[in-house]
């Protein structure tokens, strides 16, 4: 059944989701209540309204939506302007959840007066309530939260990097490296960053940083003791071609469910089964009597 029959949601079911609206200073209250946060990827109006119904604390229009979407082998080639168009679709559909954005390659990366101009385009132009950055710029962190723009940290394996890393591997494996990445997210939080990501890290490395940072942390393939955990939501649901990362826990094979479905409908439609009598519309029976009798439309 379409979404739209369902004016409410998508269910005809009372709701027992919680409507009170999502904010950055709202997760920072999670984490000193020590309530984990949920976070899930969305990229278009039909699966962010089912995410935001499902309770989803933060959404995020990841560039992740350069593979998983539009069938790019990493994040490096999706636009600002692909970005903006995905997110003004996610904004649409949610009430509760916040909504962050993430800013692609290459619309921060040359200058902060360039990562503050794009960002703002995500706020004003397509209705996002914070951006997410990756790495350690804090600077443009300092920057942004000057101009009164929510942020998002993203540390660890930052897969706009993905070139200089060499592949998308762990990350902080050393105790140099551990100590570095807590540095860097330490600076972030102070710079004004209110929550960071901290992906493809050892649990034992997040696990420190989560304790010792003042903002809430966001983990994936960081281990449990983050203050909150992010999935894709195309690996979430089966829905990629690629055999799963170690951190991905699948919770439904929609992309098994998607191809019967769509074998069934083919079925249908070559055995003439599809659409039905009940499933077609007729003329009034005045209508038919009218017509002349060669071409009058049986039922």
Same mark, same amino acid.
């Given at each position: 059944?379409?979404?739209?029959?369902?004016?409410?949601?998508?269910?005809? *079911?009372?709701?027992?989701?919680?409507?009170?609206?999502?904010? #950055?200073? !709202?997760?920072?209250?999670?984490?000193?209540?020590?309530?984990?946060?949920?976070?899930?990827?969305?990229?278009?109006?039909?699966?962010? /309204?089912?995410?935001?119904?499902?309770?989803?604390?933060?959404?995020?229009? $990841?560039?992740?939506?350069? #593979?998983?979407?539009?069938?790019?082998?990493?994040?490096? *080639?999706?636009?600002? +302007?692909?970005?903006?168009?995905?997110?003004? !679709?996610?904004?649409?559909? &949610?009430?509760?959840?916040?909504?962050?954005?993430?800013?692609?390659? $290459?619309? =921060?990366?040359?200058?902060?007066?360039?990562?503050?101009?794009?960002?703002?385009?995500?706020?004003?132009?397509?209705?996002?309530?914070?951006?997410?950055?990756?790495?350690?710029?804090?600077?443009?962190?300092?920057?942004?939260?000057?101009?009164?723009?929510?942020?998002?940290?993203?540390?660890?394996?930052?897969?706009?990097?993905?070139?200089?890393?060499?592949?998308?591997?762990?990350?902080?494996?050393?105790?140099?490296?551990?100590?570095?990445?807590?540095?860097? !997210?330490?600076?972030?939080?102070?710079? $004004?960053?209110?929550?960071? &990501?901290?992906?493809?890290?050892?649990?034992?490395?997040?696990?420190?940083?989560?304790?010792?940072?003042? &903002?809430?942390?966001?983990?994936?393939?960081?281990?449990?003791?983050?203050?909150?955990?992010?999935?894709?939501?195309?690996?979430?649901?089966?829905?990629?071609?690629?055999?799963?990362?170690?951190?991905?826990? /699948?919770?439904?094979?929609?992309?098994?469910?998607?191809?019967?479905?769509?074998?069934?409908?083919?079925?249908?439609?070559?055995?003439?089964?599809?659409?039905? +009598?009940?499933?077609? =519309?007729?003329?009034?029976? *005045?209508?038919?009597?009218?017509?002349?009798?060669? &071409?009058?439309?049986?039922?």
């Amino acid at each position: 059944m379409s979404l739209t029959n369902f004016p409410g949601g998508c269910s005809s *079911a009372p709701s027992t989701t919680p409507t009170t609206k999502v904010t #950055m200073p !709202a997760l920072a209250e999670m984490k000193r209540q020590g309530k984990p946060i949920s976070a899930l990827t969305a990229y278009d109006y039909a699966t962010s /309204r089912l995410v935001d119904e499902a309770g989803i604390d933060l959404i995020l229009v $990841g560039d992740s939506l350069a #593979m998983v979407v539009l069938g790019h082998e990493n994040t490096l *080639a999706i636009t600002v +302007d692909e970005m903006l168009h995905h997110t003004r !679709a996610v904004r649409r559909a &949610v009430r509760r959840a916040l909504v962050v954005a993430d800013m692609p390659f $290459g619309s =921060y990366h040359s200058s902060v007066a360039e990562g503050v101009a794009n960002a703002v385009r995500f706020i004003k132009e397509a209705g996002a309530e914070a951006v997410k950055i990756e790495g350690p710029r804090v600077e443009l962190v300092r920057a942004l939260t000057a101009a009164e723009i929510p942020v998002v940290g993203h540390l660890g394996l930052t897969p706009q990097s993905v070139n200089r890393m060499g592949g998308f591997r762990v990350q902080a494996r050393t105790a140099e490296t551990v100590l570095q990445l807590k540095a860097d !997210a330490l600076a972030l939080a102070e710079a $004004g960053a209110g929550v960071i &990501v901290l992906e493809g890290v050892p649990r034992e490395a997040a696990a420190a940083i989560t304790a010792e940072l003042p &903002v809430p942390t966001i983990g994936i393939g960081a281990g449990p003791d983050c203050d909150g955990q992010i999935l894709v939501f195309h690996d979430l649901l089966n829905l990629t071609f690629a055999p799963p990362a170690k951190f991905v826990r /699948r919770y439904a094979d929609a992309g098994a469910l998607i191809h019967t479905a769509i074998e069934h409908y083919r079925e249908d439609v070559e055995h003439r089964t599809f659409p039905s +009598d009940e499933e077609s =519309y007729h003329l009034a029976s *005045a209508v038919r009597e009218a017509l002349d009798p060669a &071409v009058k439309v049986q039922k």
